[in-house]
């Protein structure tokens, strides 16, 4: 008995993504190889998909090389749990377009800086995940893969710091 609550309050505690070692390896992965986007102020976003199982992916949109946001036009993958941007180096929280785009797809947004990862999601104030230091080499059994380019029903997300 005394197992079972205990499980019941970890699986509470944990976060979705950051519970898991494939979650923590691909935002690291997105983060060190987009690291110069945290100064430059561009942004870089990606998909974390459950492919069945809990086996995560993560599918980077392609480079828009816009100011302070990433768009992304296309087919939201099946079994998307996720998104994970990169944020300007001194924009740790997630922005209020984040915060809606949270709330509109009903799946979690993280913030990936340097020295914090905070996530949007659908039903909650924006909260911090994870304190830094983040900017380290990921393993090379998690590397984030550019997704393809069909789209057959297009969408239109924006992840942004900008708040627009
Ligand atoms: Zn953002």
Same mark, same amino acid.
């Given at each position: 008995m005394e197992i079972a609550v205990l499980t019941l309050v970890l699986s509470l505690v944990r976060?979705?993504?950051? !519970? +898991?070692e494939a979650g923590v390896m691909f935002s690291r992965d997105l983060l060190w190889t987009n690291r110069i986007s945290t100064i430059e102020r561009t942004e870089r976003a990606a998909f974390i998909v459950?492919? $069945? $199982? !809990?086996n995560l992916q993560c599918l980077v949109w392609p480079a828009t090389y816009q100011h302070a946001r990433a768009t992304f036009r296309g087919v939201i993958p099946r079994g998307t749990i996720a998104i994970i941007h990169t944020h300007p180096a001194n924009a740790p929280w997630p922005s209020e377009n984040d915060e809606r785009e949270a709330r509109r797809l009903g799946i979690p947004i993280y913030a990936l800086t340097p020295l914090a990862i905070t996530k949007a999601a659908p039903a909650k104030d924006a909260q911090l995940v994870e304190r830094g230091p983040w900017l380290a080499p990921p393993s090379d059994r998690y590397r984030c893969k550019p997704i393809g380019?069909? +789209?057959? +029903?297009p969408a239109t997300l924006t992840a942004s710091s900008s708040g627009e």
């Open positions: 976060d979705p993504l950051f !519970g +898991s459950d492919e $069945g $199982g !809990g380019s069909e +789209s057959a +029903s």
